[in-house]
């Protein structure tokens, strides 16, 4: 339950940036399509979803906490922006992701090949939302991502 409510704190987070900034919506379409499939891979137990859903999650989270200005701004109190207070509510339905699929992940007392499918699952989905971020969102998307990651 708790992928489902997390995923939709992100996919509403997603919606409402799309209004504001209607440069964005095709890539945020994009993203919810990565939430949605994790959503239904998770209810149906799947290492590929669970893997798929800590690795996306864990990505935008670090990415927003410790590579932009955002976590700064979290640092000094400054959250009563609303672009800052969307993103960060963005971030605690990731945070539950992370969470409830790692839960559900572990529960299931995983072998090899389950461990393989969780690793496979998460590469995957990064490499969905990188080529993304890269061919069909804004310019600024992918500069954001090279800056966060030093390129």
């Known amino acids: 339950m708790c992928v489902v409510a997390g995923s939709a704190?992100?996919?509403?987070?997603?919606?409402?940036?799309?209004?504001?900034?209607?440069q964005w919506r095709v890539l945020h379409?994009?993203?919810a399509l990565i939430y949605?499939?994790?959503?239904?891979?998770?209810?149906?137990r799947s290492a590929w979803g669970f893997g798929a859903g800590v690795v996306v999650a864990a990505f935008w989270t670090a990415l927003l906490l410790f590579r932009s200005?955002?976590?700064?701004?979290?640092?000094?109190?400054?959250v009563s922006q609303p672009d800052v207070f969307l993103q960060l509510f963005g971030a605690v339905g990731n945070c539950l992701i992370i969470v409830a699929c790692l839960a559900a992940f572990l529960q299931a007392r995983p072998g090899g090949r389950?461990?393989?499918q969780f690793a496979v699952g998460g590469a995957?989905?990064?490499?969905?939302?990188l080529a993304a971020v890269f061919t069909i969102g804004p310019p600024e998307g992918a500069q954001h991502i090279k800056q966060a990651l030093g390129l």
Do not use: D, E
């Not at 949605?36 to 149906?44: N, T």
């Not at 995957?124 to 939302?129: A, K, P």
């Open 9 to 22: 704190m992100f996919i509403l987070a997603l919606t409402v940036a799309a209004i504001f900034a209607p």
């Open 29 to 31: 379409v994009a993203q």
């Open 36 to 44: 949605v499939a994790v959503i239904v891979l998770a209810r149906k």
């Open 69 to 78: 200005p955002v976590g700064t701004a979290l640092v000094h109190g400054q």
């Open 114 to 116: 389950k461990w393989a």
């Open 124 to 129: 995957l989905s990064l490499m969905y939302l």
